[in-house]
C-alpha cells in the first residue's frame, strides 16, 4: 500500500541541526514517521529529545561542533554503537553572515563554507563509507537553499555554499547510486527560523521578500517535512541527484 512505502519503521537516522529550525522539524517528523534519531549540533536538544520520546522513538543527542575535526567520524561512532546502524543522513545544520561582499574576511568565508559545505562533505563521505563497507542501502538529504540557484545579496559565502550543496548532491549521486545510495536535496524557500530573524525583523526586507512570494507569507518548518519523509523513505527510491523546491512559489516568479 502507497502509505507504507513513506514509513520509516525501524530506520535511524543522523539529522545534523537537530537542536532548531529546520533541522529540528525534520528530525521530528522522520521519528513521527518511525524512525530513532541521532540529533547533531553543538547546544542541547532537550526541546527535540523530548518531542521525539513523545512519540515513542529513540534520541540520541550528539553534542559536537561539525567543524572540528574528526566530528564525522564522532557522529557515525556513536550513533552506530548506540544505535546499531544508520541508514538515513540528514545535512541540515548551517549558518549564514550578512555583509558586503567588499567586507567579508578570509576568516569569516571559511567558516561559512566549513559548516555549509565541508561538514556535509564529510559528513556524507563517512556515511556512505560506512553503507558501502556494509553493504546497506540508504538516503542522503542535503538542505540547499534558493541561494543554491540565484546569486542573493550581502551573503556571498552563503551563496557559494548553497551552490556547493548542490553540485555536491549530484557529484555524489552519480558514484553512489551504484551502491544503493540515493542522495538528494530540499531546497527551502522563506522560513520562520532564527537563521531569518533579522530578515523579518527588517520592515523594509520583509515587505520585499513577501511581495515576490506567490503565497504571501513566510514558510513554517513543519512545510518542508513531507518532502523530507519522501526523501527518506521506500517513495522516494528511484529519485537522485534531484530536489524538491518548497518555497510558496517564489521560483516561478
Ligand atoms: P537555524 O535555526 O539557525 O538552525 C541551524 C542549526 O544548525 C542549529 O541546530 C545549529 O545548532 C546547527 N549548527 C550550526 N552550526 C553548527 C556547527 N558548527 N556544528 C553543529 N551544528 C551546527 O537555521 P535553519 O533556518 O533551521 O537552517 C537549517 C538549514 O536550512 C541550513 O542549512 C540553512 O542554510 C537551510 N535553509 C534555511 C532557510 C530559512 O529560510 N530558514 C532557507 C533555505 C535554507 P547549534 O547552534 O546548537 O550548534
Redesign the pocket.
Known sequence: MILDKFSLAGKVAIV??????????IAIALAEAGADIAG??????EETKQAIEAVGRKFLAIQ?????KK?AEEVLKQTVSYFGKADILV??????LRKNFIDFTEEEFDMVL???LK?VFLMSQVFARYLIENQRKGKIIN?????SFQGGILITP?TV??HG?LGLTRAMANELAKYGINVNAI??????????AALRADPERNQKILDRIPMGR??K?EELTGAAVFLASEASDYMTGSYIIVDGGWMSR
Not at 547533531?40 to 536538544?45: C, T, Y
Not at 531546497?187 to 531569518?196: A, N, S
Open positions: 545534523t541541526g537537530a537542536s532548531r529550525g529546520i533541522g529540528q522539524k547533531v549540533a553543538r547546544s542541547q536538544q559536537v561542533d561539525l567543524t572540528e566530528a545535512n541540515a545544520a548551517g549558518i549564514i566549513k559548516v555549509n561538514a538542505i540547499g537553499s534558493l541561494l552563503y555554499s548553497k550543496v531546497i527551502p524557500g522563506y522560513f520562520e527560523t532564527e537563521m531569518t513566510w514558510g518548518p
